[in-house]
């Protein structure tokens, strides 16, 4: 049994509230962040895009968002980096930079000064936050927002995050993944419906009062360590994020018979983490595409409904802790 203090029943609730009213929540921040890219005045959003160097700042969850929009255009041959706000030594801004500033907040300290640095340098800024009159938004160009419905009752960045990363596909032009979008919310809420049929089998799995290693390609390394930081924050258990193909150098040492490994599908070294997951007595749950030898797996589609799985989870574990 997961060793963890028993949790406020509300707060357990009001997380699993947060996690059933995301497709609804999605859609909405989907069409009011699209508003205001189409609102923007001809040639503005195309003159940021432009720009060669990309630097997201954010802290916490933000970051993590941003972590896989980076990799997206990296991949896509842009110079994209995603940095801690917090971090000393951080990129320096100019003329030939885009600055995307997230806190949900728009009153992180750290996420302020970095919009306000790159501003003076001459960056044009993006800020990404659920208040359009904050202190970020202040110091930003274009302001994006994170929220058109109410925001999480539990405190917890489930809808927030969820919208951090909508809008950071909605950029994704020269990726050609924005249309991912169109179907996310009902992606969402198939992952939902579908639980009845995975979830406590899933659970099972990591309820083992054992830390639970959390892997994922590095493209999605945002993905890996928003579902662990969902583990951490919420049930309170011991989850570390790894890159899959890093992990079988780095990670393994602390994985011991009996133990539960939630692995994100995706990377080249599934099979091979998968093996050796087996091959040390543990078991793991698969999100994503189907990967042999799963010893449970939970099928989704696209990024953000990915997201809500990990999750459900941990509202699943957190609820258990509580029993």
Excluded: C, N
Excluded at 75 to 84: F, K, M, N, S
Excluded at 196 to 219: C, P
Excluded at 235 to 242: E, K
Excluded at 302 to 311: D, P, R, Y
């Amino acid at each position: 049994m997961s060793q963890t203090i028993p949790p406020p029943t509300d707060r357990v609730a009001q997380f699993l509230d947060d996690i059933l009213a995301s497709p609804a929540a999605l859609a909405a921040v989907v069409g009011a962040q699209r508003a205001v890219f189409a609102a923007l005045p001809a040639g503005v959003l195309e003159e940021a895009l432009a720009r060669p160097r990309r630097r997201l700042l954010g802290m916490g969850s933000s970051r993590f968002a941003a972590l896989d929009a980076a990799a997206r255009w990296r991949l896509a041959g842009r110079d994209a980096v995603a940095e801690t706000a917090s971090a000393s030594g951080l990129s320096r801004g100019g003329p030939d930079t885009l600055a995307i500033v997230i806190s949900s907040s728009g009153s992180t300290v750290e996420a302020v000064a970095a919009a306000k640095r790159h501003r003076a340098a001459g960056s044009l800024v993006i800020a990404m936050t659920s208040r359009p009159a904050s202190a970020l938004a202040w110091e930003a160009d274009i302001v994006v927002p994170l929220r058109a419905k109410p925001a999480e009752t539990s405190g917890i960045a489930t809808l927030s995050y969820r919208a951090t990363v909508a809008a950071l596909l909605t950029l994704d032009r020269d990726a050609g993944i924005d249309g991912q979008l169109d179907a996310a919310a009902a992606d969402v809420a198939g992952v939902i419906a579908s639980r009845a049929g995975w979830l406590s089998a899933a659970a099972d799995i990591l309820d083992t009062g054992r830390e639970i290693h959390v892997l994922a390609d590095g493209l999605h390394a945002g993905i890996a360590e928003q579902a662990a930081l969902m583990l951490r924050e919420a049930p309170r258990i011991a989850a570390p994020p790894y890159d899959t193909g890093d992990w079988l150098h780095v990670g393994l040492y602390t994985l011991f018979p009996g133990d539960g490994v939630l692995l994100i599908a995706g990377s080249p070294a599934d099979a091979e983490a998968i093996s050796t997951i087996h091959a040390r007595g543990a078991r793991v749950v698969v999100i994503g595409p189907a990967r042999d030898g799963a010893d449970s797996w939970i099928s989704t589609s696209g990024v953000l409904a990915t997201t809500v799985a990990g999750e459900l989870l941990a509202a699943e574990l957190w609820g258990r802790a509580g029993r």
